[in-house]
C-alpha cells in the first residue's frame, strides 16, 4: 500500500475500513473501489431564491414610527422627516433613538422600542433593496451604451474584472 499525503492516507484508510451491505471488507489498496460501490457524483444544489420584502407601505411604517417616537417623547420630534424621505426618517431615528423617555405606567419601553426598531429594520431593508434594483438599472444602462465593466470597478469598491462581474444582472 502506497499513500502519499495526508489526504490520499486518508483516504486510503476510509477505504480499507469501508464495508458494503454484504459485511464483507472492500477496497484492498488505495484508491480501490469494489462494484458495489458507486461514486456519487455531486450535483450542486439549486440556489434559493432570495427573499425580498417586495412592495411595502413604507408610508404608513413612517408614521407608525412618527407615533412610537411621538410617544417616547422624542426631544426632536418638530424636527422629524416628511413620510417620503425615507432615508432622512431613519437617520433622524437613528440620531435620537437613545433619547427617547417611554412612560413606563402607559406601556412597556420594551414594547415601543422594539416595535421601532423593527420598523427601522424593515425600512432599512426596504432602502437596500431598492438600491440594489436602482443600481444594476445604471450598469445596464451603461452596459447599453459600450461601457467597459472595468470601469465600473471604482463605483463597485471591487478591484478586479471578475468581482465587476459578479455583480452583473443574470439573466
Known sequence: MSCGDSRELRRCVWSLIRVDRGG????????????????????????????????????????????????????????????????????????????????????DPKDVMGEAAIIRTKLWQYLREQADAGQLKAIEAGRAFGVLWHRFNEALCVNTRHGTQQRKPRG
Open 24 to 107: 464483507s471488507q472492500i477496497g484492498s489498496r488505495c484508491g480501490a473501489q469494489s462494484p458495489g460501490v458507486v461514486a456519487q457524483s455531486k450535483k450542486p444544489r439549486p440556489k434559493r431564491p432570495a427573499i425580498r420584502l417586495g412592495g411595502i407601505n413604507t408610508v404608513a411604517l413612517v408614521d407608525r414610527l412618527r407615533e412610537l417616537y411621538q410617544a417616547g417623547d422624542d426631544p426632536e420630534f418638530e424636527l422629524f422627516p416628511a413620510s417620503d424621505e425615507l432615508l432622512l426618517v431613519l437617520r433622524h431615528a437613528e440620531r435620537t433613538t437613545g433619547e427617547l423617555r417611554v412612560d413606563t405606567a402607559q406601556v
